[in-house]
């Protein structure tokens, strides 16, 4: 059961809350992909309901194709109006752009950042999501985690599609560190698409799912 709550930093009545490893609320899909590495508890601020949820997971590289952005934003806004929950770490260029337009909608975020939630300062555009149930922050990291480093940014995306039921990578640069976590994903079995373009190549190889033409909303959105 969800415990040790304490009040979240903001003008907000959210508060932080505990979910330990062995809780009735903690998710089995972390042990059954992360094994050993699997956090002992989750820090969380927002609507548990959403970690039952299925969801898609969002990760890009930092760089992505210009040819590729804009058609990452019209998949962002479709999945927003089909209600489709998405879960990410928000934090590469193009997932932030995502998030700033999922935020516009009325579907279920998941938000995890590479760091504590624990004296974090909540953004301003995120508290009337909280405060409507529309949003869930959640970290598997302690306290002392004060910031996004590459070690966290890189667990935090494996923490993200372990719980995620799909994944969509836009793009990974070849040789990138998004490429290799994409490689784990494909040993994982777990679904994973992106777009069908050139850039993509090397990810399409190594067995990504291509996304192309009107069934690429259709295929994010299932689950």
Known sequence: MANDSVPARGRMASTLTWIHHGDSTYPSCLDNYLGAKAPKRLATVGNHDFLKSKALALVCSAKCPGNLILQTYDLARALCEMGVTIIGGFHSPMEREC????????????????RTL??????????????????????????????????????RNHFVAALADRVFVPYAAPSSKTFEFCRVLISWHKPLYTLANEANAQLLALGAQPLDGPRAVSKLSEG
């Open 118 to 155: 624990h004296g974090m300062r909540l953004p301003k555009e995120y508290r009337s999501h909280l405060d409507e149930g529309r949003l869930l922050l959640v970290s598997p990291f302690s306290e002392r985690h004060r910031r996004p480093t590459i070690e966290t940014a890189l667990y």
């Open 99 to 114: 998030l700033r337009i999922l935020l516009r909608g009325k579907q279920p975020t998941i938000l995890c950042p590479g």
